[in-house]
């Protein structure tokens, strides 16, 4: 019913920067909010960013002042923007979005199939 897909990870230097994309399309007729989780190998998955329908946006502390996330409600997209990456920033990231599909249901969370960011030293 809801896909969501993923663009833009790729192999960057220390110091650089990469633009992620999500789109989301499908049986939607609200989204609550998006945002994007990272897990390296061996770790846990994470909050990276998050954006609210009322536009409040959520980070976490290593990201703070690096990383910016927005969003296109006309293109049901989300973006992530990471600048000055570092190594620690490589892992998989992963879009979210917690989407009501109609009127009369609450809202589900959903997942892309992650892209991948390498960050070289």
């Known amino acids: 019913q809801v896909q969501l897909v993923e663009s833009g990870g790729g192999l960057v230097q220390a110091g650089g920067s990469l633009r992620l994309s999500c789109a989301a399309s499908g049986s939607i007729y609200s989204i609550n909010a998006m945002g994007w989780y990272r897990q390296a190998p061996g770790k846990q998955r994470e909050l990276v960013a998050a954006?609210?329908?009322?536009?409040?946006?959520n980070y976490a502390d290593s990201v703070k002042g690096r990383f910016t996330i927005s969003k296109d409600n006309a293109k049901n997209t989300v973006y992530l923007q990471m600048n000055s990456l570092k190594p620690e920033d490589t892992a998989v990231y992963y879009c979210n979005a917690n989407i009501r599909v109609r009127i009369s249901s609450g809202g589900m969370d959903y997942w892309g199939k992650g892209t991948l960011v390498t960050v070289s030293s």
């Open positions: 954006i609210r329908g009322d536009s409040i946006t």
